[in-house]
């Protein structure tokens, strides 16, 4: 069974419109983690955000923000007036206690045109 | 730049063959781990080395092995390749292997076999 389903697979905006990415995951943990993570087109992984599972306080980093909702089993990551170098591949990835793993999404790929 | 460093960044090999690849975690931690990101089967998790010892394995094949050294550098052994692990691999380190760690990639390998 896929644990996180990022189900939006291309989104294609214009510079400083807002970007919503959707993220709903599956888990029998109680305490769980969140994080996001963006691909460039130069290809390697970059840390965004992490969210604990007994923290259901939305916050906003800058241009980022993102919405955990634990009874939709969602979390939604938000780039605020966007940019072009946003442009990349947003995975949505899972860690439980039980495994030693980050479990991915399939991904989101991100246009913004200038 | 995550702190984690991956070499070589490109790899190109014939089938058959057996090629190394190497990992050198951030500066501190202690885990390793492996990932392989191909087109039909996304991220997925190949192996946890936490000091030097295994902790978890994932969907890796057994043509694949992996080691971690006492100097926390990690290398990932992939032999009788075949066109379909064509892929690009990561490595991500953390501090101590637990859930509760962030995972910080490497700019990863991108391996083609022809």
């Known amino acids: 069974a896929q644990k996180v389903t990022q189900a939006q697979t291309e989104i294609s905006v214009v510079e400083k419109e807002d970007v919503t990415l959707d993220c709903v995951y599956e888990?029998?943990?109680?305490?769980?983690?969140l994080f996001w993570y963006k691909q460039p087109p130069s290809g390697e992984l970059v840390f965004l955000i992490r969210?604990?599972?007994?923290?259901?306080q939305n916050e906003i980093s800058g241009r980022y923000s993102w919405n955990f909702q634990k009874s939709t089993s969602s979390f939604n990551f938000t780039i605020t007036a966007s940019q072009v170098v946003d442009s990349a591949v947003y995975f949505c990835?899972?860690?439980?206690?039980?495994?030693?793993?980050?479990?991915f999404g399939a991904g989101t790929t991100v246009t913004v045109r200038a | 730049d995550s702190g984690v460093t991956q070499t070589p960044k490109h790899l190109i090999t014939a089938t058959g063959q057996r090629v190394t690849l190497r990992c050198s975690p951030r500066?501190?931690?202690?885990?390793v781990y492996w990932y392989q990101q191909s087109l039909d089967q996304g991220l997925q998790f190949l192996i946890h080395?936490?000091?030097?010892?295994?902790?978890a394995k994932g969907n890796i094949l057994e043509r694949f092995s992996a080691q971690q050294f006492p100097d926390l550098h990690s290398e990932l052994n992939l032999s009788s390749l075949e066109l379909g692990d064509s892929a690009l691999y990561f490595c991500?380190?953390?501090?101590?292997?637990?859930?509760?760690?962030?995972?910080?990639f490497g700019p990863g390998t991108r391996l083609t076999v022809l």
């Open positions: 500066s501190g931690d202690l885990s």
């Open positions: 080395y936490y000091n030097g010892e295994e902790r």
């Open positions: 969210r604990n599972s007994f923290d259901e």
């Open positions: 888990t029998r943990d109680t305490t769980y983690y």
């Open positions: 991500a380190s953390s501090v101590s292997g637990r859930s509760t760690d962030t995972q910080y």
């Open positions: 990835a899972l860690s439980e206690p039980t495994s030693y793993k980050l479990s």
